[in-house]
């Protein structure tokens, strides 16, 4: 067995492949690498990788337990935050989903949508949290959020 | 052009490998381990439970109505991860919201979610799929 040990491999032009046995595993090109799937197909890295993640409490003076590529979280309103991207993204076209609870209580549902479609920009976006009985916004207790798509 | 073929391919340092890539813009670069979903899961809530298909889960427990159990196959680092959840119905209209569970925090080892449906009760689902992303042990 043999055993390479480097602190950076750099492929020699931009259609570089990474082959174990006689199966290209990681092929690249300008700006996109793709690897083999679980089955035959081949599938881009970069577009599967989530781009910002965070898990947040949205009550009181809100805090930010753990996160990806988010500089800051503010408290805009009641049940309203909006998130601030480290490094952008490259357009505003990007998807993002979140889950969240609210308390002891179990069966008090919320919904989280972006606040409105004008705030997502390549640095943030605003979303909005509502509770499900009253329809109106409400700060969740853990707020949870991923977001997918180009970055800049 | 020149190939290398070898075994093994590591990082001198302690942290193994850490990867980053070029981002789809060209400007900058983003974080593998940091981007990668780390579990996910979509299965059958009604009657006995069933898996359809999953990544890094070891348990489904069926512990309520629309209330379920997941145990991770390798931990996360810490509680503070995050759990993005869907959930659908047999019935068109209907509107489910998939949420951790109310009492209980996100643990190391797994977490609990709770499916239910707008203006409604918590009910067992069809079809639920959570998506994890946060840090691993």
Known sequence: MSTLSVDTITGKSTSTNLTIGSTPVVSSSANSLTIRGEGSNQTSIQQGLAKCWVGFVGTGTISVSDS????????DDTGTYTANFSTNM???????SASMKDGTTQ?????????????????????????????????????????????? | MSSLKVDNITGRGNAGFTGSVKSEGGNT?????????????NFNGEGTVATRDSFNISTLNDTADGTYQLTFQTNMNDGNYTTSGTGGDTNAAAVIV?????????STSGYRVTCLQAHASINDEPYIGVVIHGDLA
């Open chain 2, 29 to 41: 670069t983003t974080n593998l381990q940091q981007g990668l979903c780390k579990s996910f899961i």
């Open chain 2, 98 to 106: 998939c949420q951790p569970h109310d009492s209980e925090a996100p």
């Open chain 1, 107 to 152: 069966g008090r549902g919320r919904y989280s949508c972006p606040q409105n479609a004008s705030t997502y920009s390549t640095s943030a976006f605003q979303m909005e949290f509502q509770n499900d009985t009253t329809s109106t916004m409400q700060d969740v207790d853990h707020g949870a959020l991923t977001v997918t798509g180009d970055l800049a």
């Open chain 1, 90 to 96: 490259a357009n505003d076209d990007y998807c993002w």
């Open chain 1, 68 to 75: 990806f590529n988010l500089s800051s979280l503010n408290d």
